[in-house]
């Protein structure tokens, strides 16, 4: 009786010895420490994990990562103590006074497709003398040099809303003034001893050109996109808005003189939003599929009571679990050294 030797390709020998073993199984695992529990700012934490989740995430619960805090977005509007937009500028060349900026808590933004709305709501801004807004009253300091101003927004808190108002002197006797514009926001929040830093560039702007000429006003695919003079492309220098360049995140881009026939008028409004967002806390990844580990180490710097959270989970075509391990960690202050 003659044996055949019958082979199957590699992978699907592993699926089917995948399928008939079961590859999915619930996450089982835990975290212990020793039984003292008692350690010193500086000194090494090991906690050790008996079981094999697929993946593992660590809070340590201090401040920026706390498990119960890893969905929170947003604080409620009496926990901001302060908020503050810290500016920087630098006028480059031309004639002075070419950029106004504003703030209000009491418009409801541009709509950012219907360019006939939007002309219309900024004209009846400018017709009504800017009523409900407030002009920032910044130093616009000399060519070139850097002035830095901040502003306080508490009274902007429910519906802060930004607008760059570019409007260069166009006389054709010199170049209309380049601008450029750094900006922070900056909440002190109930709470949180470290300060949110929101940069000016993560607003959300809907750029508008009151200008005269035929270009498209909008380009709706990124509204950061303006032309007023020329083809635009992200590659370009000479697009009158542009982010992130160079020195600044902000730049309001002049032209040389004689260039245009007519002014530039260039709006660049912020989508409203409440002054109350926060980073949701994160964790850190210590495991996954990749590696095995019996222990994990982290060092707290700082004397307090922890509540230490991992988070295991086995997740793949057939399933998926989760389990949360919590551990609380005392430390204490580092004894003097005779």
Not at 116 to 122: E, S, V, W
Not at 146 to 174: K, M, R, V
Request: aromatic share 12%; net charge negative.
């Amino acid at each position: 009786m003659k044996k055949y030797l019958i082979l199957l390709p590699l992978a699907l020998f592993a699926l089917v010895a995948c399928e008939h073993k079961g590859i999915y199984e619930d996450v089982s695992f835990n975290v212990t420490l020793d039984e003292g529990n008692t350690y010193y700012a500086g000194d090494v934490v090991t906690f050790d994990i008996a079981g094999n989740p697929d993946n593992l995430v660590f809070y340590s619960g201090e401040e920026g990562h706390n498990y119960a805090y890893k969905d929170r977005y947003s604080v409620e509007m009496d926990q901001v103590e302060d908020a503050t937009l810290a500016m920087e500028f630098q006028a480059r060349y031309g004639y002075a006074d070419g950029l106004s900026i504003y703030v209000t808590s009491a418009f409801d933004g541009l709509n950012g497709s219907d360019a006939d709305a939007d002309r219309a709501a900024i004209q009846a801004m400018v017709d009504s003398g800017m009523e409900g807004w407030t002009k920032l009253d910044y130093e616009e300091g000399g060519s070139t040099a850097w002035t830095s101003q901040d502003f306080d927004l508490s009274a902007y808190l429910e519906n802060f809303c930004i607008a760059f108002h570019y409007n260069p002197i166009n006389d054709g006797q010199s170049a209309q003034r380049t601008y450029w514009v750094n900006g922070a926001l900056n909440l002190k929040l109930e709470g949180i001893s470290a300060a949110q830093n929101l940069d000016i560039t993560s607003f959300q702007f809907v750029s508008f050109n009151m200008g005269g000429e035929t270009d498209t006003e909008y380009v709706i695919t990124d509204p950061y996109e303006i032309n007023t003079h020329t083809s635009w492309s992200k590659n370009k220098t000479n697009a009158i808005v542009r982010f992130g360049q160079s020195a600044a995140s902000i730049i309001f881009q002049g032209i040389g003189k004689g260039i245009l026939d007519y002014p530039i008028d260039i709006w660049l409004i912020s989508k409203p939003q409440p002054l109350s967002k926060v980073d949701n806390d994160k964790g850190t990844v210590v495991k996954n599929l990749q590696n095995k580990i019996e222990t994990y180490e982290y060092t707290y710097e700082q004397p307090g009571t922890y509540t230490a959270t991992f988070i295991g989970s086995n997740v793949n075509y057939k399933g998926e679990s989760q389990d949360v391990r919590e551990v609380t960690v005392i430390v204490m202050d580092k004894p003097d050294e005779e």
